[in-house]
């Protein structure tokens, strides 16, 4: 490693460009990503996997940071974005907003902010071809007395690695928290009466599907190292799984079955998933050949795939039809699955992708007019960062996965997010088992 930190500063420090961020990249050989981040005293700290966990990202520490400021919307962070990457060759941006970044947040939301996105100063790239260390460097670090202090950081991140060596480390297992308190928000009961109330504003023709969320929220019996939940992520479960963590005690984390979308150079694509199976052992193709026949599942998952077409013909000079239905695994679930692709328009940027798709009628409603001012009047809570945009953001290529499946850690509190899609077929005791389901993997953590 020392050798190509000597080699690149050597190459830049007296080189004359508009550039400001410079990234160093150095070959590295299997390094469990998430274990790694989790070792680290460095924030904040960012983790991303795929589906299959071919393509891994663990980052920590900024050299650039976006954060709100009363003068500073969303569409102009993105802009400030999309300059910042397109004038810095290999640079990328990591982070995510809130569901509505107009609504003031409740206080273990607060480091998050209405939006975060960062410029690591390390991260640990993961393809399908290889392990990069990615060291990003501001332009006026490019001297003698930061590569010193670089180096340092690296031998104390990395105690016995070389650019071909093995590394690995070992994390504290989850300890022994007790709960000491429990509560859903809504309760049960008040759950059941909203859902009538949507009923009813569905009959009377005011939208077609509301998406209705629940909070659970579990205080333990002592303060929560966030790293320590970390390894849950490990394994590939076909799922997005992420995890921005802003200082040493709040996190929020989540293996979400949604994309939002995937921007490859102008090709852009995107899901629909929607409606949800609960299965154990020894589902069959009966089973699943039912669940896809099921009207309301159907019906669910049609919303979420017209909203994407039409979205797709605003931001699309061309567009291929969505493709056949068929069933995504989740663990303990299964869900109705499509996706669409197609060719940006030329004048079309990240922001106008965000601000047409989110949020989708799979975690909002359809149609979109208006939902966010019925879901302020229905939901007795504040969603936060749950069911919104989070990923990476760069020149080439942006990935969005939408923050479901998910919990936000902080200090003694756990708080469990998931929602039911709300149409008039619905069953208001039905869809707060799916609730029930749809936290499991998480809620067991804590009840074992």
């Not at 460009?17 to 990249?25: G, N, S």
């Not at 695994?329 to 106008?352: C, E, M, N, W, Y």
């Amino acid at each position: 490693m020392n050798k190509s930190i000597d080699s690149f500063f050597q190459e830049h420090k007296n080189i004359h460009t508009k550039q400001k961020i410079y990234a160093l990249q150095i070959p590295i050989l299997e390094v469990q990503a998430n274990t790694w981040l989790a070792k680290q005293t460095l924030y904040p700290k960012f983790y991303w996997a795929n589906r299959d966990h071919s393509e891994e990202l663990a980052s920590l520490g900024s050299v650039h940071t976006l954060r709100p400021a009363p003068s500073c919307d969303i569409k102009n962070v993105y802009n400030k974005i999309r300059k910042v990457v397109n004038n810095n060759a290999d640079t990328f941006f990591c982070g995510g907003t809130a569901f509505n970044s107009h609504k003031h947040l409740p206080p273990d939301w607060k480091s998050f902010g209405a939006f975060y996105y960062f410029v690591p100063r390390f991260a640990l790239k993961k393809t399908k071809e290889e392990m990069l260390l990615v060291i990003f460097l501001r332009k006026e670090e490019l001297n003698d007395s930061f590569a010193h202090h670089l180096k340092s950081d690296l031998a104390r991140m990395f105690p016995s690695a070389t650019s071909q060596t093995k590394v690995t480390h070992e994390i504290n297992e989850l300890g022994n928290y007790s709960i000491i308190h429990s509560q859903n928000i809504p309760s049960q009961e008040v759950w059941c009466q909203q859902i009538h109330l949507i009923q009813e504003g569905i009959k009377a023709k005011q939208q077609q599907k509301v998406v209705l969320a629940r909070e659970s929220r579990l205080q333990l019996s002592e303060n929560l190292i966030p790293e320590q939940l970390l390894p849950i992520l490990q394994e590939a479960s076909n799922t997005f799984d992420f995890y921005l963590q802003i200082n040493s005690q709040a996190a929020f984390l989540g293996r979400s079955p949604e994309l939002l979308f995937e921007r490859s150079f102008r090709n852009l694509y995107s899901e629909a998933v929607a409606a949800s199976l609960a299965v154990e052992e020894g589902v069959n193709d009966l089973h699943l050949e039912q669940f896809m026949q099921d009207k309301k599942s159907k019906a669910e998952q049609g919303y979420v795939i017209d909203f994407l077409t039409k979205k797709f013909s605003f931001l699309c000079q061309s567009s291929n039809p969505p493709t056949a239905l068929t069933t995504l695994a989740h663990p303990g679930l299964r869900h109705l699955f499509s996706s669409i692709s197609g060719q940006l328009k030329t004048t079309i940027k990240d922001v106008d992708i965000i601000r047409a798709l989110h949020p989708t009628p799979a975690v909002g409603g359809f149609p979109k007019r208006k939902i966010m001012k019925r879901l302020a009047s229905l939901e007795s809570f504040n969603r936060g960062w749950y069911s919104a945009p989070l990923g990476i953001i760069s020149k080439h290529r942006t990935i969005m996965a939408v923050g479901i499946r998910s919990m936000l850690l902080n200090k003694k509190n756990v708080h469990l997010y998931a929602g039911a899609g709300i149409i008039s077929e619905s069953v208001a005791r039905l869809e707060w088992q799916e609730l029930e389901h749809k936290i499991r993997n998480f809620k067991d953590i804590f009840y074992e």
